[in-house]
Structures are given as C-alpha cells and as structure tokens.
C-alpha cells in the first residue's frame, strides 16, 4: 500500500470498529481520512474495494506467514503453525459458526456475504502463498497448488465444525492430530 492509501483504510478500519461496515460511506471515510471524496474514489473506485481493502487488511494483521519461510522448521510443523490460526479457541469458533450462519443462511445480507467472500479469497491468497514457499523447497506434492490450497481451506473448516462439538478431554492435541493429516495430504 502507499500513503494515502494507507491513511484511508486506517480511517475506514476505525470507523468500522466503532460503528460496524455499514458505516462506511465515501464522506465520512474520507473526513476521517482528512482527503476528499474524490481523492478516496482514485484509490476504491466503488464501496466494495473499500469493504475489500478494509477486510483484507484486518485479515492480515490477524493470520501471519509465522516461521513458513524458516526452513530450519520441518515443513510439517510450519504448514501445521500456520493453518492453526484459522481454528481458534472455542469462543472463536462458535463467533465462526454464527458467521458462516449470517453469510449463508436465507436471510443474508448481500454486503455480509460480500465481506465472507472477500476474507475466503484471502485465505486461499494466503494459504497458496505458504505453499508456495514449501513448493520451492520441494516440500509440496506435485499438483496444482490452487487446488491444495482450496482442499487445505475445505478441510480447516471441517475441522473448525469438528472441534466446535468435540468433546476431547485434550482438544489441543486433537487440533494437532487434525492439522497435521490435513498437512499430510500436500506435504511430501
């Protein structure tokens, strides 16, 4: 991102905090922003770059690359590190199930399943950028990577459903196990 690029989605970001997505507007985002309104229309031609930029950037300050690139790490571990943070704690998890229950159910708002389908295209960003990094070190079976990345996504939410009616006396190992044959099926 650049300067007022950034200065924008940081306003746009606050606002949202404070008062939720549907408080976005052109003119009271680009007056927190301290640009005009046209200024704000160069960089997020419609209200969906904005939604977009706004939800990728929270997105991103939440799951991180980790120790991906640390090669010193077994290949398993780093992949595993990293897909853990889709499946968070049992409180996350049920915020999760209420989310997929917003977005899906019949009575969905399109700006909410505007904003799921922005944060499920960078999940699967991220994700295939962490294969990537394994594929260049020959740690990825051979196949469409886009593909791995969209099964890995399928089955973390398999395993958020899972674990959200686990009754595991030791959910954390179970998470593990879980992960770890997730991250087996394309991983060499």
Known sequence: MGGRRDVIVTAAREIAAQRGMAALSVRTVAARAGVGASTLRHYFPSQRDLYDAVAEAAFDDRLGDLRIRDNGVPASD?????LRQFVTPADGLEQWAATVAAVAGPDAAPERR??????????HERVHGWLDVLAEEG???DGDPVRQARQLLLGVDGAALWLLTSDAADRERETDEILRDLAATVLR
């Open 114 to 123: 505007s904003r799921w389908m922005s944060a499920v295209r960078r999940a």
């Open 139 to 141: 740690a990825l079976r």
């Open 78 to 82: 780093r992949l595993v590190e990293c």
